[in-house]
């Protein structure tokens, strides 16, 4: 009776820490002016996708796994509802496909028994042009096929924040609200950037860039301590030696205000970051018709 105990006990430990077949993983990162979603599945549930072992050898080689990937991209973007700013859009058009082993290149031909234990990434990006990325919904209309037993572990990442999201056939959709809309940080951003965009010679349009990207250091800067999401940094004035020194009450006056007003939007973000992590409950809706 105790070695039968002993033995459910440590099946339990087991199944505990096991990573199930039905289990799959996303990882969402938003940005000012990207969204990037990457998925992970198994190959037994790509397979429920769409046919993969186009031999009918019960094996899947690496170049049938490569093969299906225009299909599986297809299937995902008709399978999982995109809505960016409450406008209906794909996952991506963009797709990249990563196999999660080692040395996937020299894999043998695989048996149905290694199906469970083959994960594949497959990364979309998607960049908003024109306005901010405010908020996305999505909506998994996948578990028809795989099955009610499956489940996605959602991670999204922002401004340091990881925030889990469980979807299942229950609960298989969730509106996300970035809050870049009302961040101060970014508005800064997006300032600098339509000054830059103005100030362009006639006939000349600098490139495109995520609002994101107007913080980071130049080749020629010093690096910085951290970079975070925050405020591009303009450098300091050159020196004139024919003009007349500021008064230092003057300069004083100038830091402390500068560091009030940091100060100020510091605290505005944290608020407005906590605020946001207590609309989760009320994120998840109905899929449009």
Do not use: C
């Amino acid at each position: 009776m105790a070695l039968a105990f002993v033995i459910l006990s440590f099946g339990i430990r087991l199944s505990a820490h096991a990573h199930p077949a039905d289990q799959s993983e996303m990882r969402v990162r938003p940005q000012p002016h990207q969204l990037e979603i990457r998925l992970t599945f198994n190959i037994l549930t790509l397979t429920r996708f769409t046919g993969i072992d186009t031999d009918g050898d019960m094996k899947i080689s690496m170049a049938e796994l490569t093969a299906a990937q225009p299909r599986i991209a297809t299937y995902l973007n008709q399978h999982i509802h995109v809505e960016i700013n409450r406008q209906k859009a794909l996952l991506g058009s963009g797709v990249r496909f990563a196999p999660v082993w080692p040395e996937p290149e020299k894999t043998p031909p695989m048996s149905e028994v290694e199906y469970a234990a083959r994960n594949v990434d497959v990364s979309f990006v998607q960049t908003i042009e024109g306005k901010v990325l405010e908020d996305f919904w999505l909506g998994f209309e996948i578990f028809e096929q795989t099955g009610p037993m499956q489940t996605i572990r959602g991670v999204f990442e922002q401004d340091g924040r990881i925030e889990e999201v469980p979807f299942s056939v229950q609960e298989p959709e969730y509106l996300y609200d970035t809050g870049f809309a009302d961040d101060p940080f970014v508005q800064e951003a997006e300032k600098k950037q339509k000054a830059g965009l103005s100030s362009a010679p006639p006939g000349e349009e600098p490139p495109l860039r995520p609002a994101a990207m107007l913080a980071s250091p130049s080749p020629d800067a010093a690096p910085a301590a951290t970079m975070s999401s925050g405020p591009a940094v303009k450098l300091a004035t050159p020196i004139d030696p024919t003009s007349t020194p500021t008064a230092p009450n003057t300069k004083r006056w100038w830091m402390i205000r500068a560091g009030v007003i940091a100060i100020l939007l510091v605290i505005g973000r944290k608020l407005q970051l906590s605020a946001r992590a207590k609309l989760i409950s009320s994120r998840r809706r109905p899929r449009p018709n």
